[in-house]
């Protein structure tokens, strides 16, 4: 083929223009439509020339697909794009967003608020490192990941995807983007997409801007700053994630002092386009624009009108893409939506799928299998939870600390309900949208890592609610408690009350009033602990959503590494702290300081 596009060797700019002067607006309009799995139809491709595919939380091929049953189906889906006229690759892509956590087997790293506590940005990169690999493993080339927003309200169901309440933390961690896709070279251009080759994915920034800002943390909700505060504390991730070349931003569902950001032109376009030097493409949320009018979904040619031409480039449709296809090309014939906007919307989506070598290596490499859930991949995951570890009360009486635990003790009672549930400690977002408990995949939960470091001649008996008859009969010399959150996501885990769930605190009680104990948080954020609860246990210790690999907290409880991690958010004595004005000094203390972690030393 002598088509200037298809010559790898040519420069991306002459590429895209080529390209794009061949296209029709039926073919424009389909790069700009993304649709989900389920609707990506050998037909539909092919003929409308649709640019990419995703999966939402819990579209998977089958029930724990590995994964190479991944790679078989996005590469079918790509053998149909290919078929096109102009044979233009899609681009898939999906929430890999602490690992590649739809698939069975691949390694979960530890969620983004216990990240935010390590303060590690070296480790984020790693990360990023690990899970571009185990991504292109399934075939996938795009990762909606990291998302960078700034939590200044734990009541948020988004607070464990944030690094933290403080914007400097959020920044240090984007160092991630550079994992996924890859460093740039010296002098690569200022915001051009950058992505180093097939072992690196498309990274996306999200949830722009000031997702994590709202009122009362509510989802998708208002949050109401001035230009100048809202640049400060919710922008400045993205000018560090640009500066790394991210390839992608995705627009939030929320609004900025009113204004739907799916539909502010002035915020997409002029700021993060303009101003900021964004080159890549922009990318809405699920929805996003049936959500600009109400009822859901209604006056749908005016939503589209409206977040076009603000600046949103490619269209997460999720379900029927038909109807949007359509209006979107009336809008185009009607001069509605100028053909200069589409041109921009296709010029930036080409030129992420050349960066990112989708022309040259369109179909998974899978050489790259056995990097799924290796060794490796899982002792950085292991690294990255004893670095997210908090330890908040160390002893009842400081001088005498309850923690390191003697591995060597007679009888250990591990009890709770977060104890032996590793869909627990992984969350949200991992196997299913919203997560689900039980033993979701290959992993190690708290009480395999507690049986797994403590001496063979010492006795671990686990119940998740122990007998009053188990906690009296036998003499134990200590026990552990593991309690915590479900597993949430977006608004189903907005909480006003941010207590400690189901029977978390009775099960602390329970055991702390006849045995010392050490109590282990398994929460997405911090949770309201009442004061005569705290006195009853010995120790404390958060350790956020680990993820797959607990061994990296046993090898922090019973001594074989120090403490590392400190508090990414407040942890609040009261929710009626939250709702204080900012600027007046409430009234209480926190509970624990932004900051604070205890450590052995
Ligand atoms: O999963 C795609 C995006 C995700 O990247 C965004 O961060 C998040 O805001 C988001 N929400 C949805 C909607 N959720 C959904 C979950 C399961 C099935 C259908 C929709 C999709 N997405």
């Avoid at 149909?80 to 690992?99: E, M, N, T």
């Avoid at 100028?338 to 080409?350: G, T």
């Avoid at 196997?431 to 001496?455: E, F, H, N, P, Q």
């Amino acid at each position: 083929d002598d088509c200037l596009y298809k010559n790898p060797k040519a420069p991306i700019e002459a590429r895209v223009k080529d390209l794009l002067s061949r296209m029709t607006l039926q073919e424009k309009i389909g790069q700009m439509t993304q649709i989900e799995r389920s609707f990506a139809t050998p037909f539909a491709l092919s003929h409308f020339s649709i640019g990419s595919i995703l999966n939402s939380g819990g579209s998977i091929p089958f029930e724990n697909a590995r994964s190479s049953d991944w790679a078989d189906m996005i590469d079918g889906f790509q053998k149909s794009a290919l078929k096109s006229r102009l044979g233009i690759p899609i681009i898939y892509g999906l929430d890999a967003v602490h690992g590649n956590n739809n698939v069975y087997g691949a390694t979960i790293f530890p969620h983004n608020v216990g990240l935010g506590a390590t303060r590690d940005a070296d480790i984020a990169e790693r990360i990023g490192a690990a899970t571009a690999l185990e991504v292109r493993a399934s075939g996938a080339h795009y990762t909606f990941a990291p998302c960078v927003a700034v939590c200044k309200d734990p009541r948020w169901g988004r607070c464990y995807e944030s690094y933290g309440e403080d914007t400097e933390i959020v920044r240090k961690m984007t160092s991630i983007v550079s994992g996924l896709q890859g460093k740039p070279p010296e002098g690569h251009e200022h915001g051009y997409p950058f992505v180093a080759g097939r072992n690196n994915v498309v990274a996306c920034a999200k949830h722009f801007v000031g997702d994590g800002g709202t009122s009362k943390g509510e989802n998708e909700g208002n949050t109401i700053l001035s230009y100048e505060e809202l640049e400060r504390i919710h922008m400045a991730p993205y000018l560090d994630c640009i500066s790394q070349g991210v390839s992608t931003v995705m627009a939030s569902y929320s609004s900025w002092n009113g204004r739907k950001l799916h539909a502010d032109r002035f915020l997409l376009t002029k700021i993060l386009k303009e101003r900021l030097g964004f080159k890549g493409f922009l990318i809405s949320d699920w929805e996003g624009l049936d959500r600009l009018c109400h009822p859901h979904g209604s006056n749908y040619p005016y939503c589209i009108k409206s977040a076009v031409n603000a600046g949103i480039d490619m269209v997460m449709v999720g379900l029927q893409f038909e109807p949007f296809i359509e209006d979107l090309t009336s809008l185009v014939k009607s001069g509605e939506v100028p053909i200069s906007r589409i041109d921009d919307a296709v010029e930036r989506i080409l030129r992420v799928k050349f960066a990112a070598g989708l022309f040259e290596f369109p179909f998974s490499d899978r050489s790259l299998l056995d990097t799924v859930g290796c060794k490796q991949h899982r002792d950085l995951a292991r690294e990255a939870v004893r670095k997210s570890l908090v330890l908040l009360k160390n002893g009842k009486d400081i001088s005498k600390p309850f923690l390191p635990l003697d591995r060597k003790a007679k009888r250990i009672l591990v009890a709770g309900t977060h104890a032996d549930d590793l869909g627990f400690q992984c969350g949200g977002w991992t196997k299913t949208w919203y997560g689900c408990s039980g033993r979701i995949t290959i992993g190690t939960t708290i009480l395999d890592a507690v049986k797994a470091t403590v001496g063979a001649e010492t006795e671990v008996i686990y119940e998740k609610v122990p007998s009053k008859d188990t906690i009296n009969s036998s003499e134990f010399s200590f026990a552990i408690v593991a309690v915590g959150e479900p597993p949430y996501a977006e608004s189903l885990g907005d909480n006003s009350e941010l207590k400690i769930p189901f029977n978390g605190p009775d099960i602390i009680s329970l055991v702390a009033e006849q045995i010392p104990t050490l109590v282990i948080l398994i929460s997405g954020r911090p949770l309201l602990l009442e004061p005569q609860l705290l006195e009853k246990i010995d120790a404390l210790v958060a350790a956020w959503l680990p993820g797959s690999e607990a061994l990296g907290i046993a090898d922090v409880i019973f001594g074989d590494h120090d403490f590392k991690g400190q508090l990414p958010v407040t942890w609040i004595r009261s929710v009626e702290q939250l709702d204080q004005p900012t600027n007046r000094v409430s009234s209480q203390e926190p509970l624990f300081p932004l900051g604070f972690g205890l450590t052995y030393k």
